[in-house]
């Protein structure tokens, strides 16, 4: 009976490390690829080429995911509709868009306390006008 319950315990013992090291593991891989996001300058985009129109971009870095719409007229972006946006304590960064609006800009400081959610949301709209200028190159404009 005493060497059943020390290979029972021996049992959990490695089980409880291995999932403590596998969880360590992801949440230092996640770090690390918001931190690489973070040293990335957003693009350079020339509104002067975009179109007028809706354009929708995404993106995703667990466990943070944003969905938008940016809407170009006259060269200039007018309204960023935030269509999604999964967050754990990033709601505050949900004022990124309107920051951006206002500014005409990428480069707009991230929410404190909302650091990853705000990269997040940025990334999107950065999508959104890439593949704007993109859909400009590939009709000839």
Request: hydrophobic share 45%; no cysteine.
């Amino acid at each position: 009976m005493k060497k059943k319950t020390i290979i029972i315990l021996a049992v959990i013992l490695v089980v409880v490390a291995g999932g403590y090291l596998g969880i360590r593991a992801m949440l230092s891989n996640i770090e690390s690829s918001f931190e690489s996001l973070k040293n990335t300058p957003p693009a350079d985009i020339d509104l002067s080429v975009i179109e007028d129109g809706v354009y929708p971009g995404s993106y995703s870095l667990f466990p943070v995911s944003a969905e938008v719409n940016v809407t170009v007229k006259d060269h200039a972006i007018t309204d960023i509709e935030l269509v999604k946006h999964d967050n754990g304590q990033g709601k505050p960064a949900e004022v990124i868009p309107q920051k951006v609006v206002e500014s005409q800009s990428l480069d707009v400081d991230s929410v404190s306390g909302a650091t990853h959610s705000s990269m997040v949301i940025l990334k999107a709209i950065e999508n959104a006008l890439l593949s704007a200028v993109n859909d400009g190159v590939e009709d000839g404009k």
